[in-house]
């Protein structure tokens, strides 16, 4: 069983109390992922959240059948699939592990259920989620940003 130290350790249960982390506890799994091993898939039904214990996993988008774009990796402490708190809803990107990583995962549903019962678990949930994708859209963009002013039809229009 994951201890309530190791979960303490990722980023969205930072602002739980112990007895939450209690609640908590039941719900999760560990995981091992080998390097290059996928984690989950782009648009297949997302049913887990993945917390990184140990490793790095890179999020990858499919821009063509011939051409994937690292979309930034993910360190231990953080977390990826978040789209598995909406039912039904598929996975945004692909996940993949680059080295030898230990994950937690909790089914999506669970967690939903959990939330229900536990009101102030699913807000400090959802406040952390919220930064999370705030802090990961603003480094796109500034990717974004910094490849178009380094683009050469670009290049004129900005200098």
Same mark, same amino acid.
């Given at each position: ?31 091992? &992922? ?5 984690? &989950? ?13 140990? /490793? +790095? *996993?890179?999020?990858? +988008? ?6 994937? *774009?690292?979309?930034?990796?993910? #360190? ?5 699939? &978040?789209?598995? *708190?909406?039912?039904? !809803?598929?996975?945004?990107?692909? !996940? ?10 909790? #089914? ?6 959990? &939330?229900? #019962?536990?009101? =102030?678990? /699913? ?12 802090? =990961? ?8 940003? =910094?490849?178009? #002013? ?10």
């Amino acid at each position: 069983m994951v201890s309530l130290a190791e979960l303490k350790e990722i980023e969205i249960f930072q602002d739980y109390t112990e007895e939450m982390l209690q609640k908590i506890q039941p719900l999760v799994e560990s995981c091992l &992922f080998g390097k290059d091993e996928m984690i &989950f898939a782009e648009e297949v039904q997302a049913d887990k959240i993945y917390m990184i214990s140990q /490793g +790095k *996993i890179v999020l990858e +988008k499919k821009l063509s059948s011939t051409v994937t *774009i690292s979309m930034g990796a993910i #360190k231990a402490g953080h977390c990826i699939g &978040f789209s598995a *708190i909406e039912v039904g !809803a598929p996975f945004s990107m692909a !996940a993949r592990a680059v080295e030898k990583s230990t994950l937690f995962c909790i #089914k999506g549903r669970h967690l939903l259920e959990l &939330f229900k #019962k536990e009101t =102030r678990m /699913g807000y400090y949930f959802m406040r952390r989620i919220n930064g999370v994708m705030r802090d =990961r859209i603003a480094r796109l963009e500034e990717r974004l940003f =910094r490849s178009l #002013k380094e683009h050469p039809d670009f290049k004129t229009v900005l200098n």
